[in-house]
T-cell receptor, first 111, second 111 residues
């Protein structure tokens, strides 16, 4: 089966610019997650969707980050405006139950 | 916040040797999972152990869980150069399949 797809793979922007990431989960997976992974650290959950509803967004910096899941399938994560500390890898994952399946991630560098 | 703390932070061994990584956590859990991340890529699920299980095997992997000590260990036997990666434990604390990752152990297997 096809895995979790993410795009773009790399993005370089200047601070205060905006950026968007896209994720296509594995077909049939109801739950979708966005994680932020800063270099040298483990992934940190930003937001969790169940179908197209938000389950948990407690660690999402809502003043600059937003996310949506279209029709319970694809999802986009947006940062506006970006800060230097947003430089990280943004990982998307989906799951049918307990095990999560991760995409390759988008590496963001904010200059 | 990070729940799991892996130990050691880094480990370097020769091919054929066994590698042991430990994970400690703070709160009650439903299950604990181990993931592997190769350089610059997404995470791959390795094994899941439930709170009522004490030991689990999968190929060359052996995972133990001690809920009284709030700790888990991952043993990789007969290591290979391809096992070189970062290994993360992740705990599922409550309901809803929300994982909290540790900072990871970097394993280097020298051939």
């Amino acid at each position: 089966e096809a895995g979790v797809a993410q795009s773009p793979r790399y993005k370089i922007i200047e601070k205060r610019q905006s950026v968007a990431f896209w994720c296509n989960p594995i077909s049939g997976h109801a739950t979708l997650y966005w994680y932020q992974q800063i270099l040298g650290q483990g992934p940190k959950l930003l937001i969790q969707f169940q179908n197209n509803g938000v389950v948990d967004d407690s660690q999402l910096p809502k003043d600059r980050f937003s996310a949506e899941r279209l029709k319970g399938v694809d999802s986009t994560l947006k940062i506006q405006p970006a800060k230097l500390e947003d430089s990280a890898v943004y990982l998307c994952a989906s799951s049918p139950r307990e095990t999560q399946y991760f995409g390759p991630g988008t590496r963001l560098l904010v200059l | 916040s990070q729940q799991g703390e892996e130990d050691p932070q880094a480990l370097s061994i020769q091919e054929g040797e066994n590698a042991t990584m430990n994970c400690s956590y703070k709160t009650s859990i439903n299950n604990l999972q181990w993931y592997r991340q190769n350089s610059g890529r997404g995470l791959v699920h390795l094994i899941l152990i439930r709170s009522n299980e004490r030991e689990k095997h999968s190929g060359r992997l052996r995972v133990t869980l001690d809920t009284s000590k709030k700790s888990s260990s991952l043993l990789i036997t007969a290591s290979r150069a391809a096992d070189t990666a970062s290994y993360f434990c992740a705990t599922d604390e409550e309901y809803g399949n929300k994982l909290v990752f540790g900072a990871g152990t970097i394993l280097r297997v020298k051939s």
